[in-house]
């Protein structure tokens, strides 16, 4: 989905790859991730020139991804860089020790926040296979 871009962040892609993963599996599947999940994150990301640009990952109600504050409120809010949220994508960085080291924080549920890799992974999964 190209309104899911947004000029100079990396994660544009990882987060428009990650919503065509999730239009492309059964609704069975869908349903499942949600089980599994069942949570609402919302990314804020920032780049090097200091923009923010915000998602919404919803694997609460109906397993989509969207461009701007999660509506309804996100269980969890998880700030990063760009930078960061790559390396979390290409699995070159661990959430938790992004988290520990003071790459990533976050506001609410964090808990779930410990779910991203995984979503993550799907998506990278997904893309391989395709």
Same mark, same amino acid.
């Given at each position: 989905m190209s !309104?899911? #871009?947004v000029d100079g962040? $990396?994660? *544009? $892609? /990882? /987060? *428009?790859d990650l919503s065509s993963t999730f239009e492309s599996? *059964? !609704? !069975?599947?869908r349903k499942a991730m949600i089980k599994k999940t069942n949570g609402i994150f919302q990314l804020q990301v920032t780049n090097p020139e200091k923009q923010e640009a915000t998602w919404t990952i919803d694997m609460k109600k109906t397993g989509t991804v969207y461009k701007g504050p999660a509506k309804p409120k996100a269980d969890v809010t998880i700030i990063l860089s760009d930078e960061v949220f790559t390396q979390l994508a290409e699995g070159k960085l661990n959430g938790q020790k992004a988290f520990m080291s003071? #790459?990533?924080k976050t506001k609410g549920n964090v808990m779930l926040a410990t779910k991203l890799d995984g979503l993550l992974s799907v998506a990278k999964g997904k893309k391989a296979k395709l």
């Open positions: !309104d899911l #871009k962040f $990396q994660a *544009s $892609q /990882i /987060i *428009s599996v *059964s !609704d !069975d599947e003071g #790459k990533l």
